[in-house]
């Protein structure tokens, strides 16, 4: 499933998180995207960890980016507590730029290497379908 963030989304993402530069640089990538947040995470993935580009062959980086968050996020009550707190309040720069922090952290601390923009991407993705769909979602199965 590609989601995509409106110009609308971005622009208000762009003006809530105005102070925080790795933010505006993500913000700026998904402008670039139209908004696709697979392409753009892949753009800044590559940009940060690698020259090659990721090939087709097997799972996507993104998705198994998305199941080990998974993973951890759904089962994070203080992640969850962030996130409800920035839903309750969307104009608050520190809740979402603390929101950012906290995933660059909790990823870091399962050998997933998210610098601060990529980590804007993925926010975004999550605020955008909501925790409770990130966390129950899974591909569907082709059926023969």
């Known amino acids: 499933m ?17 102070d925080y530069e790795p ?6 990538n998904l402008q670039r995207h139209s908004g696709n947040v697979k392409r753009s ?5 590559i940009e940060k960890n690698s020259p090659s580009p990721i090939t087709q062959e097997r799972e996507s980086l993104w998705e198994v980016t998305l199941r080990v968050l998974r993973e951890e ?7 969850r507590g962030q996130l409800s707190d920035y839903t309750k309040n969307p104009g608050s720069s520190p809740l979402l730029t603390g929101l ?3 995933l660059v952290g909790i990823a ?4 997933l290497p ?6 804007t991407v993925v926010v975004l993705y999550i605020l955008k379908i909501g925790l409770n769909i ?3 979602y899974t591909e569907p199965v082709d059926n023969p």
Do not use: K, Y
Request: proline residues 2%; negative net charge; contains cysteine.
């Open 2 to 18: 590609d989601i995509q963030l409106t110009t609308t989304e971005i622009n208000s993402a762009r003006e809530v998180l105005q």
């Open 23 to 28: 933010a505006q640089h993500a913000l700026e």
């Open 41 to 45: 995470f892949q753009d800044l993935w």
């Open 73 to 79: 996020l759904c089962g994070d009550e203080g992640f």
């Open 100 to 102: 950012i922090v906290s």
């Open 108 to 111: 870091g601390t399962q050998g």
């Open 114 to 119: 998210l610098d601060p923009a990529i980590a």
């Open 134 to 136: 990130f966390c129950e």
